[in-house]
């Protein structure tokens, strides 16, 4: 297998929000990791409103707007967005019923199937997927008119994925509006963890971007913790204005729409509630327009928006299915494969020695040169993984990803605990690096997809499991 890699030697750095290290810069990607993502080749282990603009094909959209993803509606494609037959759509139009029609995709997304409906899905960049499907540049174009308006805009951030999915550049998406930061998905941070921690940790990866948010929030819409206190702080800062929930693909935005909606709806009496929300999927791209919700009594709408799809994330290589196989089910829990210090005591090499980890097929970790004491937590998917040897050469073949980068990163050692995660931006979890070891140095080699971002970054806190 031929490998392409470019090797970054990154300084001697000291990890704080203003210095996480992003270690490849953005490419194009062009490979399909398929299937083989989960089987690692190591074999050396031990262990609308109005339907704003886009045109779906060639055909000419109808009125009205399917509920669930804001497509125009349509009678003549079925395998576009906006699909519905035209028995239906005339009986609906006939009753004056056409806000509570949802497209054929939307009714596949809500019964679990995994449809495109944006064109950045590996392999569906055929002549005839364009026809049906929106390209991420429309989705985006669609957001232009949040920086034009007097508008309150709540950005969402996967908390699994919180490097990969906190959008770059916010202020040119939103202007000079206000900004609330929600953090998605916390019933799924590991057990225990303090979520007060967690929310500043956030807000110091937010100063980094330079935003700064009224208040930052976490949230989940499975079990509606936190909502209700968003809800309230939307409803006090808006003021007649509209409210924008935005943020990247897959963050969770019409989950919380739909969760929210009934929150706000109890803080101030809404006009004109049809019970016709939003869709949720795991299929990144699930929402294709504004939707506009008449939540506020007082004036001004509630909107849900097309998710910004960022090319670093995974997903973009990744079969649909696997995408899906990739979402945790529950609270992720750490897996401490073997140490380096227990690996080498193993295979009868000393104290410790370089070690080579994989997860999953998709991330290699090497740890070049470190603490006797240091130990990693792979906080994921348990459908990834973790696989050990010692340190392996400088190919990537012995990943899946047909081309793999890799990137040197040296930490200084400041204390004994967490010293750094590696993040790999769209995968649904981390690795967190600690050492007991005050002072001295760790060495790391990083390897993922030709074109994700990897991310060595302060540590998430989350309750530490020692061996
Ligand atoms: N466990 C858990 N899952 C969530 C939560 N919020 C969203 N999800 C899941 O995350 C996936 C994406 O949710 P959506 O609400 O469709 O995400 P979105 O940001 O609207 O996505 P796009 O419309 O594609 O941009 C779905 O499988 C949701 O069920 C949450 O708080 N907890
Ligand atoms: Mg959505």
Same mark, same amino acid.
Request: proline share 7%.
């Given at each position: 297998?031929?490998?392409?890699?470019?090797?970054?030697?990154?300084?001697?750095?000291?990890?704080?929000?203003?210095?996480?290290?992003?270690?490849?810069?953005?490419?194009?990607?062009?490979?399909?990791?398929?299937?083989?993502?989960?089987?690692?080749?190591?074999?050396?282990?031990?262990?609308?409103?109005?339907?704003?603009?886009?045109?779906?094909?060639?055909?000419?959209?109808?009125?009205?707007?399917?509920?669930?993803?804001?497509?125009?509606?349509?009678?003549?494609?079925?395998?576009?967005?906006?699909?519905?037959?035209?028995?239906?759509?005339?009986?609906?139009?006939?009753?004056?019923?056409?806000?509570?029609?949802?497209?054929?995709?939307?009714?596949?997304?809500?019964?679990?199937?995994?449809?495109?409906?944006?064109?950045?899905?590996?392999?569906?960049?055929?002549?005839?997927?364009?026809?049906?499907?929106?390209?991420?540049?429309?989705?985006?174009?669609?957001?232009?008119?949040?920086?034009?308006?007097?508008?309150?805009?709540?950005?969402?951030?996967?908390?699994?994925?919180?490097?990969?999915?906190?959008?770059?550049?916010?202020?040119?998406?939103? @202007?000079?509006? $206000? %900004?609330?930061?929600?953090?998605?998905?916390?019933? +799924?941070?590991?057990?225990?963890? !303090? #979520?007060? *921690?967690?929310?500043?940790?956030?807000?110091?990866?937010?100063?980094?971007?330079?935003?700064?948010?009224?208040?930052?929030?976490?949230?989940?819409?499975?079990?509606?913790?936190?909502?209700?206190?968003?809800?309230?702080?939307?409803?006090?800062?808006?003021?007649?204005?509209?409210?924008?929930?935005?943020?990247?693909?897959?963050?969770?935005?019409?989950?919380?729409?739909?969760?929210?909606?009934?929150?706000?709806?109890?803080?101030?009496?809404?006009?004109?509630?049809? @019970?016709?929300? $939003? %869709?949720?999927?795991?299929?990144?791209?699930?929402? +294709?327009?504004?939707?506009?919700? !008449? #939540?506020? *009594?007082?004036?001004?709408?509630?909107?849900?928006?097309?998710?910004?799809?960022?090319?670093?994330?995974?997903?973009?290589?990744?079969?649909?299915?696997?995408?899906?196989?990739?979402?945790?089910?529950?609270?992720?829990?750490?897996?401490?494969?073997?140490?380096?210090?227990?690996?080498?005591?193993?295979?009868?090499?000393?104290?410790?020695?370089?070690?080579?980890?994989?997860?999953?097929?998709?991330?290699?970790?090497?740890?070049?040169?470190?603490?006797?004491?240091?130990?990693?937590?792979?906080?994921?998917?348990?459908?990834?993984?973790?696989?050990?040897?010692?340190?392996?050469?400088?190919?990537?073949?012995?990943?899946?990803?047909?081309?793999?980068?890799?990137?040197?990163?040296?930490?200084?050692?400041?204390?004994?605990?967490?010293?750094?995660?590696?993040?790999?931006?769209?995968?649904?979890?981390?690795?967190?690096?600690?050492?007991?070891?005050?002072?001295?140095?760790?060495?790391?080699?990083?390897?993922?997809?030709?074109?994700?971002?990897?991310?060595?970054?302060?540590?998430?806190?989350?309750?530490?499991?020692?061996?």
């Amino acid at each position: 297998m031929q490998s392409s890699f470019t090797r970054l030697h990154a300084p001697i750095i000291f990890l704080n929000h203003s210095n996480i290290c992003r270690l490849f810069p953005q490419r194009t990607a062009s490979q399909s990791l398929r299937s083989r993502v989960f089987d690692s080749r190591c074999t050396a282990s031990t262990s609308s409103p109005d339907a704003v603009g886009i045109e779906l094909s060639e055909h000419t959209p109808r009125r009205g707007s399917c509920y669930g993803c804001g497509a125009a509606l349509q009678t003549e494609e079925a395998a576009a967005p906006g699909y519905v037959s035209v028995e239906k759509y005339e009986e609906k139009r006939r009753h004056r019923q056409l806000g509570t029609l949802v497209c054929r995709r939307c009714q596949d997304l809500s019964n679990g199937a995994m449809v495109p409906g944006v064109a950045d899905v590996w392999g569906r960049d055929s002549e005839e997927d364009l026809k049906v499907l929106v390209s991420p540049e429309q989705l985006r174009t669609q957001l232009a008119r949040v920086r034009e308006e007097r508008a309150v805009a709540v950005l969402l951030v996967d908390l699994l994925d919180a490097s990969g999915s906190f959008l770059s550049r916010v202020r040119d998406l939103i @202007g000079k509006n $206000p %900004v609330f930061l929600v953090g998605t998905k916390v019933d +799924l941070l590991p057990k225990g963890t !303090n #979520t007060e *921690e967690v929310a500043q940790w956030l807000e110091r990866s937010a100063a980094q971007k330079r935003l700064s948010p009224i208040a930052t929030f976490l949230v989940s819409s499975r079990t509606r913790e936190g909502i209700a206190q968003v809800a309230k702080a939307v409803r006090i800062e808006r003021r007649g204005r509209d409210v924008y929930i935005m943020g990247s693909a897959n963050v969770g935005k019409s989950a919380f729409v739909r969760c929210a909606e009934c929150q706000i709806i109890v803080l101030e009496p809404a006009i004109g509630i049809a @019970g016709h929300l $939003p %869709v949720e999927s795991a299929m990144p791209g699930t929402t +294709l327009q504004l939707i506009a919700l !008449n #939540t506020f *009594e007082a004036g001004g709408t509630l909107f849900d928006t097309p998710g910004v799809h960022l090319q670093h994330r995974l997903q973009h290589l990744l079969e649909p299915a696997l995408t899906k196989q990739l979402l945790p089910k529950g609270k992720l829990k750490p897996f401490l494969p073997p140490s380096p210090q227990e690996l080498a005591f193993q295979a009868q090499l000393g104290t410790s020695s370089p070690t080579s980890y994989f997860w999953g097929g998709l991330v290699r970790i090497d740890i070049v040169d470190a603490p006797v004491s240091t130990s990693l937590a792979f906080y994921g998917p348990r459908t990834m993984r973790v696989t050990s040897s010692p340190l392996l050469d400088d190919s990537s073949d012995h990943l899946s990803a047909v081309s793999a980068k890799s990137a040197d990163v040296t930490l200084n050692l400041s204390g004994a605990g967490p010293v750094a995660d590696v993040a790999v931006s769209g995968l649904p979890g981390w690795v967190a690096i600690r050492t007991e070891q005050n002072g001295g140095r760790l060495v790391l080699r990083v390897w993922a997809p030709a074109g994700i971002e990897a991310y060595v970054r302060p540590p998430l806190p989350v309750p530490q499991i020692v061996k």
